[in-house]
């Protein structure tokens, strides 16, 4: 049942760990390229030989999970593989220096079951790993969680999806499954995989130290909502690189929910999401650092790049480079404006605080969108040293969704009318315009206010340099 390849080589060649120095001394651009080349021997089992029928009907989960727990202890390499075929899981659990290796032609898919998954709501994972060092997936294939088989009814704005709360497992909307999660893990490697139809959040990254996601797709139902693309909660030195997410909620969003978040990049990807493309929170009890995105394409998204910082922790040192972005409105039942590029910070309730968010820079960024910029600060939750430099971007309405609406949510104010502006700001300390070029659609001007909308006595410390609005009335066209 074991095949072993004595002499088997793995050479991984560009192997991309960004390691950069501590907190306190680190910024984005101290990083450091680790080109990691293994020799060593690999252990290969196959599903099949374990028992798996891979027939999409029966459940081979006893057989999957036989072939990760025969791979030998200490730490030896071992690749479970997945010949073409459909695979009906419930979860099953990863140990340290085990990949699961699924062929291009095989599908993972989770059961709909409550059943099928852990007594405890935190660990309701198709695949799931804990404290383990030297995991991943790979291989071409897919990791499927049937989402449409949790839907009741489905619906344009929002499908009403199943929820386990009447059995007392856990509560709210959002109880139902994830998809793929590494808790507390080190060197975890996510590459060359499809993972799809998740039910609930798709790829969960919490506590880790060391994770690598590239070369993948995910894609989640238009219309399901929380089925986040890739969350990050409380970990450092992530790097993220070449993924198409495609989905209805937030596609890449860091959290911080028990510790501080560091050393997070993401480069050339692709988004379209109903929800935020990237957002940090609106879990934020910890602060978030050194954070580069870059290189970046952003499509008919309802918010480009977001911050909802909401309970207190602090963002400081986020780059945001050469990065196109299209945004439009969807139904106000999503959260989401149409706005690009949104900060904001407020208390989410009484019982939390304001946090500050600092050291911004936006560069070479192009976006067409049907709302402006929203910069919203609080009064003790102050934006600090923003810059946005070598910017163009074009205002148009396309979809009929009601305008002239400033969304703060969660908690804060809720949806507020306000005229729709090019740039809308409050309780600023410290903003850099230069080299920003802003555009109204000609035929559509009247719909549109001052390029420019703040109260002067909650912002301080502008500089505008090479700043130009106007309108476009090129032949009815976005101008490019």
């Known amino acids: 049942m074991v095949t072993y390849l004595s002499r088997f080589t793995i050479t991984i060649i560009g192997l991309l760990i960004i390691i950069q120095s501590t907190p306190s001394t680190s910024s984005p651009n101290n990083s450091v390229q680790l080109l990691l ?3 060593t021997h ?6 099949i030989d374990f028992g798996a029928k891979g027939d999409g009907i029966h459940y081979d989960t006893a057989a999957i999970q036989s072939a990760i727990d025969a791979c030998p202890p200490g730490n030896k390499p071992c690749q479970v593989r997945f010949p073409p075929g459909e695979y009906l899981t419930a979860t099953i659990r990863l140990k340290s220096h085990v990949t699961l290796n699924i062929h291009e032609d095989a599908t993972l898919l989770g059961g709909p079951r409550i059943e099928d998954y852990p007594e405890e709501s935190s660990r309701w994972y198709v695949v799931l790993a804990e404290n383990a060092t030297d995991v991943g997936i790979t291989g071409g294939g897919v990791v499927d969680g049937q989402a449409m088989k949790f839907v009741v009814t489905k619906n344009e704005i929002k499908n009403v999806m199943v929820s386990w709360n009447h059995t007392g497992a856990c509560s709210g909307d959002e109880c139902r499954p994830r998809l793929v999660g590494f808790l507390g893990c080190r060197n975890v490697n996510v590459w060359n995989v499809r993972l799809r139809e998740p039910a609930y959040w798709c790829l969960h990254i919490v506590r880790c130290d060391n994770t690598f996601i590239r070369d993948m ?4 139902d238009f219309n399901t909502p929380n089925n986040d693309g890739i969350d990050i909660e409380d970990s450092n030195n992530t790097v993220i690189t070449r993924v198409q997410i495609d989905t209805g909620d937030d596609a890449i969003c860091p959290k911080t929910y028990t510790g501080p978040l560091y050393n997070l990049t ?3 990807s692709w988004i379209r999401t109903k929800s935020s493309a990237i957002k940090l929170g609106s879990a934020s009890w910890f602060d978030f650092k050194a954070l580069v995105f870059d290189n970046i394409t952003i499509v008919e998204s309802h918010r480009g790049l977001g911050f ?3 309970d207190g922790g602090n963002v400081s040192d986020v780059t945001f480079s050469n990065i196109n972005i299209s945004t439009r409105y969807y139904d106000p039942s999503w959260w989401g404006r149409a706005e690009p590029i949104y900060v904001t910070t407020c208390p989410r309730d009484t019982k939390t605080k304001e946090g500050t968010i600092s ?8 976006a067409k969108s049907e709302n402006g910029v929203f910069l919203s600060g609080s009064k003790h939750g102050l934006l600090k040293n923003l810059s946005f430099i070598n910017m ?9 969704y009601m305008g002239g609406l400033v969304d703060y949510r969660p908690g804060c104010q809720g949806l507020v009318n306000h005229s729709s502006a090019g740039i809308i700001m409050e309780h600023i300390e410290g903003l850099e315009v230069k080299n920003v070029n802003m555009k109204w659609h000609g035929d559509q001007s009247s719909s549109w206010s001052n390029p420019l909308d703040f109260r002067p006595w909650t912002v301080n410390g502008i500089s505008l340099l090479n700043f130009h609005s106007g309108f476009d009335n090129s032949n009815g066209n976005i101008a490019s």
């Open 308 to 310: 909802q910082i909401r």
């Open 42 to 47: 690999i252990h290969i089992h196959s599903v």
């Open 266 to 268: 993401a480069t050339d």
């Open 392 to 400: 163009n971007v074009t205002y148009k309405r396309w979809t009929n």
């Open 217 to 220: 797709s995910i894609y989640g």
């Open 37 to 39: 080349l293994s020799t």
């Open 359 to 366: 050291n911004l820079l936006f560069v070479n960024i192009t």
